[in-house]
């Protein structure tokens, strides 16, 4: 076997010498002639320094350069390396690239992660809406009568009654538009524009994931609108619509407006603060004092305009009757009609999930204008000069019974010194019950209450009375009741004194 000499002198990366025999093999060997009998003649050169390197008459075999693991390269004689060398030698480079994989892995899975985190934040709007596209503008009512007024009171929890309209919107992949009003139409603000709700990915699961993220996304836009603090006192719930409406002037696609509030405005055209609220003949005059200023505006023809927390209030606040309440949604119900949209018009007075979060704001220009309902037993002019008291059945009387309750009878004598100083000649009573059982029974049950209070009104001096009974619907009460509240409208008992 040939040794080999491994000793490298100076520089490491010089090629080591190879000893045959009793010679050494110069570095700078260049050529070789093979023999005929498979061999090879030492390297044929002579060393321009000199040195000891010189012509070797032996010949050398291939074979044995072979089993040493040697190849003669035209510069030179270089060791080659056995496969655990060369394996060692790639160890460093294969870390190197697991290393950069992993951390393009994680650098991947960063981005990602801002992205998400841009995203629930509604910062991701990339995509420009055509007008095509189907649009929502969401407005959020932030005047103070509905914010907690940090002693314990509660408001509405708009960010909770807001899910059904903003999963219904990412249903329909609309761009989604969020806003804040309160009493002046220059400080409607639009926080989050246009985010994207639809997909662009092709791939059912990653459309259900992109779905839920605009949810999240759009949940996280309303709580941040609703941290902000009102900028002018009172809500003009008008021009907030006329403000979002004009979102969507460019919009040919299906278009909508959901605005959460209580429906209380305390400013423009529909200021309600000098407004009897239950009387009938104020909704009149409310919508002649609107028309005016709303035919100046273009309509919302082809709009659905959906209105979520009519009649609800901060729990400190003075709170609406059912009748009242359901005089709210007439009321918008009407100016929906001004607003040529009643076809597509929803106006809910359904409770509400309260909350403490939300408090008021401490700078004096926000504070509301107060709104006073009138209770039960003050009553509220007709239109024809008389004066009306709408009284709670469920007050009055124990269920299906008509024995009036012994706590309800302070009500029913404010109500009949009322009538006798008015000295009216005519008194009637008519009673009402919801109609979810058999018509018959309750028409016994309304016509027998009526009868009752008419007796109880009789004997505490008021005199020209006649009761009746109905197993209908109720004056501004909801024709087709959906929650209790609105059926509660039909339990009652009206007492109406004219001339």
Not at 206 to 233: G, I, M, V, W, Y
Request: proline share 6%.
């Amino acid at each position: 076997m040939v040794p080999i000499d491994r000793t490298v002198r100076g520089d490491a990366r010089r090629r080591p010498s190879i000893t045959i025999g009793r010679r050494a093999l110069c570095r700078g060997a260049t050529r070789f002639v093979p023999g005929a009998d498979g061999t090879q003649p030492g390297p044929h050169r002579t060393p321009a320094n000199g040195s000891g390197c010189t012509r070797s008459p032996r010949p050398v075999r291939v074979r044995d350069f072979v089993r040493q693991r040697t190849t003669l390269f035209p510069k030179g004689i270089r060791t080659h390396r056995t496969g655990e060398q060369r394996r060692r030698e790639r160890e460093p480079i294969m870390m190197r690239i697991i290393a950069l994989v992993i951390a393009a892995a994680v650098a991947a899975s960063t981005l990602s992660a801002c992205v998400s985190a841009k995203q629930a934040a509604c910062g991701d709007n990339t995509v420009t809406a055509t007008p095509s596209d189907g649009q929502t503008v969401v407005l959020i009512d932030a005047s103070n009568s509905v914010r907690a007024d940090g002693k314990g009171g509660t408001a509405p929890d708009y960010a909770d009654a807001l899910k059904d309209a903003i999963a219904a919107a990412v249903a329909r992949n609309d761009f989604v538009t969020v806003g804040t009003f309160d009493g002046s139409p220059s400080t409607v603000d639009f926080p989050t524009e246009n985010y994207v709700t639809k997909s662009t990915r092709n791939n059912e699961g990653h459309q259900t994931e992109d779905a839920q993220t605009a949810r999240t996304c759009l949940a996280n836009a309303l709580k941040a609108a609703l941290a902000q603090e009102p900028k002018s006192s009172g809500s003009d719930i008008l021009a907030a619509v006329d403000m979002a409406r004009e979102k969507l002037a460019k919009s040919t696609g299906p278009k909508t407006i959901v605005i959460a509030t209580d429906g209380v405005p305390t400013t423009g055209c529909a200021d309600l603060t000098h407004v009897t609220i239950g009387d009938q003949a104020s909704i009149e005059r409310v919508v002649e004092n609107c028309r005016p200023s709303l035919r100046l505006r273009p309509n919302l023809n082809g709009i659905t305009l959906e209105m979520i927390g009519i009649g609800r209030s901060a729990s400190d606040l003075s709170q609406p009757t059912y009748v009242q309440l359901s005089w709210l949604q007439d009321l918008w119900s009407k100016l929906c009609e001004v607003l040529k949209t009643k076809e597509a018009c929803s106006v809910s007075t359904a409770p509400i999930k309260s909350g403490t979060d939300r408090r008021r704001g401490t700078e004096q220009k926000s504070a509301d204008p107060v709104v006073k309902y009138p209770p039960d037993d003050e009553g509220y002019k007709t239109a024809n000069g008389g004066v009306a008291f709408t009284l709670s059945a469920d007050a009055l009387f124990s269920p299906n019974s008509d024995r009036i309750k012994r706590d309800a009878e302070a009500s029913l004598v404010g109500i009949a010194q009322q009538i006798a100083g008015r000295k009216d000649t005519h008194v009637d009573v008519n009673g009402y019950t919801e109609a979810q059982a058999d018509e018959q029974l309750n028409l016994d049950l309304a016509t027998r209450r009526a009868n009752a209070v008419k007796n109880w009104l009789n004997a505490h001096g008021v005199t020209g009375t006649a009761a009746h009974g109905s197993a209908g619907t109720a004056p501004n009460c909801h024709p087709k009741p959906q929650n209790d509240t609105e059926r509660q409208c039909n339990r009652r008992v009206d007492i109406v004194a004219t001339k």
